[in-house]
């Protein structure tokens, strides 16, 4: 039996009946379309998938659909809502060098957004901590550390306030 | 990589859960952060008929701290909550350090100390420091509630005391004694995200410069998360020396029945099993002299 929910992505409300065997990364990219949001292991272990859950980043692979009924949903497409500005950490990812294939790159740019929220100011240890739920199978790990410093900074001198979607 | 198929409830009270806990039978599985479970079933090992989901029952995740009782923490209380929580971080340490340390932020922000629990993974990070803090584990059926040491809820990897249609409903710790001071360790070959190779939690109680008593519980050195009784009367009632703790931690491993796996050896564990044992007992003395400086 399909399950009627309502929820929020990226600030656009949705109302979707859906099965409830089906994860959030599923109707996401399948029915939403936003296919920013990748599905890497499928077992919570490389974070390809993280996207907000109200203010909290989560596995969208083990999430299941009908469980953000009433959410607030936050994919890597609501990070630079316009389209021409992109938000801090996804300039700093571009400026840095940060993407290389690109697949773990949402999810890292998710959990990255997550630490900064709770961590203006986090030290290599601590951004390594944040990003401890993330592979990236090009191994450009110094990379995205720094992207992440790089976009700490940024967001400090800018007085950037997170919005909330 | 697709879901099986299964029904799907969400109740909005204890009481209806357990209705349906108990309607569905021995096809029904009980659902809190999804991180074990939805793994399980995702891996083909579990398929439930039907799910019941936890999360919308009202005042099931409340983290409540009484300073002359104890601390009760809500079955869908979030890992990274009970990391966070201030009464835990001051009161608990070795209890927020083990949620802390498990797992990724996303399955902190997902998973739940119940589910860590009821898992019973044998490297269940929770299960030592609560052990040895003598925590209690409630359990609600539709004949009622019964509270029973989390000592004797670990029967095996995978198996638990809960009986079908009970659901576990909280955890509560009492509050340490005075002069007494608690500790997790755990070693895995990774920082933190990989499954504990070991993990020791140790609460000791002290009298001046002897150990009164304590408890140490070693984590994924047995079937279940394992008392080492024989070290906890070791070190009871003895003069607190460095060759104490040294013997502490031989005894710990000689009692310890680890296996060799893709984690690590047998042989080395039982090593870690006497390093962590040390490190742990120092960390509990420790943390006992901070306590008893601050309340004077």
Known sequence: MKHHIKFKVNGDEYSLAVDPWRTLNEVLREDLNLTGTKLGCGTGDCGACTVFVDDRTVSSCLTLAVSVDGKAVRTVEGLAPSGEELHPVQDAFIKTGAIQCGFCTSGMEMSAVHLLSHNPAPTEREIRAGLSGHLCRCTGYNQIVEAISVAAEKMRESGSEEVES | ?296
């Open chain 2, 1 to 296: 990589m697709r879901l099986p198929r299964f029904e799907y409830f969400a109740p909005k009270t204890l009481d209806a859960a357990l209705s349906l806990l108990t309607e569905n039978g021995e096809g029904a599985h009980v659902l809190a952060g999804g991180t074990d479970v939805l793994v399980k079933m995702t891996l083909g090992r579990l398929r439930p008929k039907a799910l019941i989901r936890l999360e919308g029952i009202q005042g099931l995740n409340e983290i409540h701290f009484e300073p002359k009782k104890g601390l009760t923490i809500g079955a869908t209380a979030r890992l990274a909550e009970v990391a966070s929580h201030p009464d835990i971080l001051t009161h608990y340490p070795a209890v927020a350090y083990a949620a802390q340390v498990m797992a990724n932020v996303q399955v902190r922000n997902m998973g739940t100390v119940a589910g860590n629990l009821c898992n019973a993974a044998p490297s269940a990070d929770t299960a030592p420091p609560l052990i040895a803090m003598g925590a209690e584990v409630t359990v609600a059926s539709l004949k009622g509630e019964r509270r029973l040491p989390l000592d004797q809820f670990f029967k095996g990897p995978g198996l638990t005391a809960i009986e079908p249609g009970e659901i576990m409903t909280s955890i509560f710790v009492p509050s340490p004694p005075p002069k007494s001071g608690a500790s997790y360790k755990r070693i895995s070959a990774r920082c933190g995200v990989d499954i504990a190779a070991v993990g020791v939690g140790v609460m000791a109680l002290f009298d001046g410069e002897a150990c009164r008593e304590a408890g140490i519980v070693l984590g994924a050195v047995a079937p279940i998360p394992m008392r080492a009784i024989k070290t906890e009367g070791l070190v009871k009632g003895q003069e607190w020396t460095q060759e104490l703790i040294e013997r502490a931690g031989d005894q710990a491993a000689q009692e310890s029945k680890p296996i060799s796996d893709v984690r690590a050896s047998a042989e080395w564990r039982k090593r870690m099993v006497a390093v962590l044992t040390r490190r742990a007992l120092e960390e509990a003395r420790e943390r006992a002299k901070k306590r008893y400086t601050a309340a004077h």
